[in-house]
């Protein structure tokens, strides 16, 4: 009769294993969490971009943790830097909706002459005329928007206006009546693009950034 076959179970090797796979799945959602969260910010940034220009697709920003290594309950994070107005900016470029003048008043919307608009609040006829000591006029135009416009006023070498002076006058600089405000009844959100379907999309792009990972390292 054969002698039997003593089976040796090594626990530490089996646990160290073990502890190597864990931490390989862990390590590969740490990654996989930091790269869908960044991509997600910048197909944000693009979609912002080309659909509003200027600077407002700066806004977003994003963050992970952890930044590296194993983790249990990685997580990614995607604010809007700035205040309300910065989010209601993306509202009227990612939303339906319709802005109307308080107490069927007109919407003042601030032309380039009017100006910086400054950082506490939005600029109003009135805030303008305290700030330039300029009267506005208000010029009604049938079928067409309303202005508010600045008398005896000239344009700064930034395109902004102020008012003329005796100085200036005798110079040569002729004065001009300057639009500062549009006056419009209600403005519709442009409603360019949405976040949903892009914000969706990272979920599957996740499960497959998780998958590409664990694949690339062992």
Avoid: C, H
Avoid at 22 to 35: D, E, F, H, M, N
Avoid at 90 to 117: D, M, N
């Amino acid at each position: 009769m054969a002698d039997g076959v003593i089976l040796t179970v090594d626990g530490r090797s089996i646990d160290k294993a073990s502890d190597s796979i864990i931490r390989t799945y862990l390590s590969a959602a740490t990654r996989s969490v930091a790269g869908t969260t960044r991509g997600l910010e910048k197909k944000l940034e693009r979609a912002t971009e080309q659909a509003a220009g200027g600077k407002l697709w700066r806004a977003w920003q994003s963050s992970a943790y952890p930044s590296s290594g194993p983790a249990r309950n990685p997580a990614g994070t995607i604010w809007l830097k700035g205040g309300a107005r910065t989010r209601g900016a993306v509202r009227f470029w990612t939303e339906p909706g319709t802005i109307r003048g308080s107490r069927g008043q007109y919407l003042a919307i601030p032309l380039p002459a009017a100006g910086s608009r400054g950082r506490a609040r939005d600029l109003t006829p009135g805030e303008w005329e305290r700030r330039t000591g300029i009267r506005l006029r208000f010029v009604y135009r049938p079928g067409r928007a309303s202005l508010l416009v600045a008398d005896n006023s000239v344009l700064g070498s930034k395109g902004v206006a102020r008012g003329n002076t005796a100085r200036r006058i005798a110079a040569g600089r002729m004065s001009a009546t300057v639009p500062i405000f549009v006056l419009i009844p209600l403005l519709k959100f442009r409603n360019a693009f949405s976040l949903a379907p892009m914000i969706n999309a990272s979920e599957g792009e996740l499960a497959r950034a998780f998958l590409a990972e664990v694949a690339a390292a062992r």
